[in-house]
């Protein structure tokens, strides 16, 4: 039986998206990507509509893949200005996924390189190889928001 | 024909609301107060599911009192612990209102202190004082969260 881990980099203009499906036992076969991609909310909108949209689209996102666990980065501070904005965007993630009553884990940035990379300190470039590399994918997974999400769900299934 | 203005202060464990009718005309009567209190959510409960409580009571709330306007605090900061929650809190807010489309004004404490006292650095007590001054309350509103929750619908009405 396979486990299917959605993961989600929360953001306001841009939400990364990644959803896997890992396999019961290791030895049997290998973690297998399902789809990745983000939602996208344009700047000019009022944010009240931009939350709205990222409200819907992630529930379709769930409803469609039904994931069984969802994996979140853990808040830290970008500049100032972003904080709020990711913030409020993050909330409107947390009440979504509290609707589904989805079993959720949160990890820092430093727990995601470690877990992919062996190092706390990676940089962008070693930790979106190694995401290609577990998921057998030939290419680096774009935008850069949705390979941060498949990272965050590799996480999950490295730290079982 | 009266406005209906609901002022939301936004929080995590407490988000204070007050509702007031105001006339059309300054000169015919004198604005009203309709309801106010607050939306409580215990610390030691998950934060997806104390944004869920906020979702449901919020919607709750705007169904009963249908508001022709909504005014809500303008974000600045606080401790940074808290910082983060009420963001979060306000993201979802800032949904709730985006979808039932009603019209948003922010006003940041300097603004709703000036409208009621003349005087952008007085003091909670003061600001207090003027609302239940202006609503005719015997009383100033307990708790705190609903009493500024008014002071910034009253603050909408001043700037008419």
Not at 1 to 11: A, K, N, S
Not at 58 to 82: A, C, T
């Amino acid at each position: 039986m396979t486990t299917r881990i959605l993961g989600i980099d929360p953001g306001l203009a841009t939400l990364g998206f990644g959803v896997i499906d890992t396999p019961a036992q290791e030895a049997e076969s290998g973690v297998k990507v399902i789809d990745f991609g983000v939602i996208s909310t344009p700047a000019k909108t009022p944010v009240g509509e931009r939350l709205c949209t990222i409200y819907d689209d992630l529930h379709s996102l769930i409803d469609q893949f039904q994931p069984d666990q969802v994996v979140i980065e853990k808040f830290f501070f970008y500049r100032m200005g972003n904080t709020i904005l990711v913030a409020q965007a993050r909330g409107v993630v947390m009440l979504v996924l509290a609707q589904y009553q989805l079993p959720l884990t949160e990890f820092t940035p430093a727990q995601v390189k470690q877990a992919l990379t062996g190092y706390g300190k990676a940089d962008k470039a070693e930790v979106q190889q190694a995401v290609a590399h577990e998921l057998n994918l030939d290419q680096i997974p774009r935008p850069d928001d949705a390979a941060d999400a498949l990272a965050l769900a590799l996480t999950a299934w490295f730290q079982r």
